[in-house]
């Protein structure tokens, strides 16, 4: 059974950083694309970050120049750096991979609280 699970939420003032960490276990073949999702209370989950096996990288607009993306494949991890954070960053952070098992599948971690407040 695949399992993505997530550590390095919190509080944190504005201005500040966090580092997200997602591992990926279980038994597959190979990880595709990581990546990372947020979601605010009353708000739909919308994307934050993308990385291919190959390194490519994907952001949304709002979080370009602050966050970065980055993966160990070895590891089968992903991680999230986090700089100068903004209120408007406070969601529940998802992470996200295509796994092949037998076919490829879309697995989510349980989410982890990100809180940016002074």
């Known amino acids: 059974q695949v399992q993505l699970v997530e550590s390095g939420g919190g509080l944190v003032q504005p201005g500040g950083s966090l580092r997200l960490s997602c591992a990926a276990s279980?038994?597959?073949?190979?990880?595709?694309?990581m990546g990372w999702y947020r979601q605010a209370p009353g708000k739909q989950r919308e994307l934050v970050a993308t990385i291919t096996s190959r390194g490519n990288t994907n952001y949304a607009d709002s979080v370009k120049g602050r966050f970065t993306i980055s993966r160990v494949n070895a590891k089968n991890t992903v991680h999230l750096q986090m700089n100068s954070l903004k209120p408007e960053d406070t969601a529940v952070y998802y992470c996200?991979?295509?796994?092949?098992?037998?076919?490829?599948?879309?697995?989510w971690g349980q989410g982890t609280q990100v809180t940016v407040s002074s």
């Open positions: 996200y991979a295509d796994i092949r098992v037998a076919d490829l599948i879309g697995y």
């Open positions: 279980g038994n597959f073949f190979s990880i595709y694309v």
